[in-house]
């Protein structure tokens, strides 16, 4: 596990905001502002955040289906950013996307069994061949192809349509998958099923995941190592028990204060953290945090914090760890 399979730094994303009869700029949502990590081959990295952190648009830069303003990404030692689009085409089959909403990402045109076999057909594999291997992966995930294979999205529940976008993922063989909220819009005991079933594919066959979640739950469970972002920008990373035993950032610690609890004792009386976070159109300058940070120092304005590491494989960007910085 000590080779980067994947590899971003510095990905910058601002969407231009356009009106009038010229359609001109007027504005830029800074999506993702200076982006940087690694995946080892063979773990998991989770992503958690805040709906509209820039979480859903890092993993779309990753793939290159949405192209950076500025940064690098890396897959198995290749440029991903410089590669022509017949060599994209063939580093897509490594990396696959699993999106969040399993009702919208499937054609309601294509049968189960050809929704599956689809990309084999894009990539030059005979018809009979690439259904073979879609009743194949759908037996893997569960679902029956004798009884699955002919139905239409329409006709399966919201975990049967997951189950069939996994299996489109994998039946490429792919190397790495980038899970979008896989099991958000999933009832509790159909999210365990699912998330079962990705560890169990993942010792199969050796895949290396990228998992976006809100839900920290989620996150603990499948993780080795966790990101967490705040409008745009990783506030903090480390392993996921290390965050879970002793988060450092007051934005991680206000995360893991408002998870739901069974305790009676460990009920809450106030939230951890008040308010919506800030426009990113016009965001906070410095730590983007601060608008909403009990800590927040005057020198929080003034420029955003550098990452530093305040034990191995842990890195927290904040001013409370100065003294670390020195």
């Known amino acids: 596990m000590s080779v980067a399979l994947l590899e971003a730094r510095g990905l910058r994303k601002h969407f231009p905001l356009r009106g009038g009869v ?3 700029t007027r504005a830029w949502v800074r999506a993702v502002d200076e982006v940087a990590f690694q ?6 990295v989770g992503i958690v955040g805040e709906s509209g952190c820039g979480k859903s648009t890092l993993a779309r830069l990753l793939l290159r289906l949405v192209e950076p303003d500025a940064g690098h990404v890396w897959f198995d030692g290749e440029d991903v950013l410089r590669a022509l689009p017949s060599r994209m085409k063939r580093l897509r089959r490594d990396m696959q996307l699993v999106f969040q909403d399993p009702h919208a990402s499937l054609n309601p045109r294509l049968t189960i069994e050809d929704a599956v076999a689809f990309s084999l057909l894009v990539h030059g594999v005979r018809r009979a061949e690439a259904r073979e291997k879609a009743r194949m ?38 190397k790495l998958l980038l899970l979008d909220e896989p099991v958000s819009s999933l009832d509790k005991s159909v999210q365990a099923q699912v ?13 290396t995941y990228v998992f976006i979640s809100h839900d920290l739950n989620v996150i603990e469970y499948v993780s080795d190592r966790v990101l967490v972002m705040y409008l745009g ?12 035993e002793s988060p450092k950032h007051p934005y991680t610690q206000a995360l893991y204060a408002s998870a739901p609890s069974m305790d009676p004792d460990r009920r809450m009386e106030r939230p951890p953290i008040a308010g919506d976070p800030p426009n990113p159109i016009n965001p906070p300058s410095g730590c983007r945090f601060r608008t909403r940070c009990a800590f927040a120092m005057p020198k929080c304005a003034e420029a955003a914090p550098a990452p530093v590491a305040v034990a191995a494989g842990h890195d927290v960007a904040c001013y409370l760890y100065d003294e670390v910085r020195t």
């Open 39 to 44: 995946v080892r081959a063979g773990e998991t």
């Open 233 to 244: 920008r990783v506030v903090e990373s480390g392993t996921a028990d290390a965050l879970a």
């Open 22 to 24: 010229l359609q001109r």
């Open 195 to 207: 998330l079962n079933l990705l560890q169990e594919l993942k010792a199969e066959r050796a895949l």
């Open 137 to 174: 992966l759908l037996g893997r995930v569960g679902l029956d192809p004798r009884l699955y294979g002919r139905r239409y999205p329409h006709e399966l529940s919201g975990g049967q349509r997951q189950r069939v976008n996994i299996a489109r993922a994998l039946v490429l063989d792919p």
